[in-house]
């Protein structure tokens, strides 16, 4: 499932990056890594989206988040 679709308030844990090395290396460096479990704070379906993953919040763009894979 992407992360894009994942409600507010839900803890996934996060699988693969569909998309080319520099999106995985740039997710890599704040963090998402697979195995890695995320918290999904903020999810209106439109604009930013915000998760939360070791302790730090990242604001990810729609676009981003539909790439990632989580279970």
């Given at each position: 499932m992407s992360l894009a679709?994942?409600?507010a308030g839900r803890k996934v844990r996060f699988v693969n990056v569909r998309a080319g090395q520099a999106l995985k290396a740039r997710?890599?460096?704040l963090?998402?890594?697979p195995g890695s479990e995320?918290?999904?704070v903020s999810n209106s379906?439109?604009?930013?989206f915000i998760v939360a993953v070791k302790g730090s919040r990242l604001v990810l763009g729609r676009g981003m988040a539909q790439k990632i894979v989580v279970v």
């Amino acid at each position: 499932m992407s992360l894009a679709n994942v409600k507010a308030g839900r803890k996934v844990r996060f699988v693969n990056v569909r998309a080319g090395q520099a999106l995985k290396a740039r997710l890599a460096a704040l963090g998402l890594v697979p195995g890695s479990e995320l918290e999904v704070v903020s999810n209106s379906f439109h604009g930013p989206f915000i998760v939360a993953v070791k302790g730090s919040r990242l604001v990810l763009g729609r676009g981003m988040a539909q790439k990632i894979v989580v279970v």
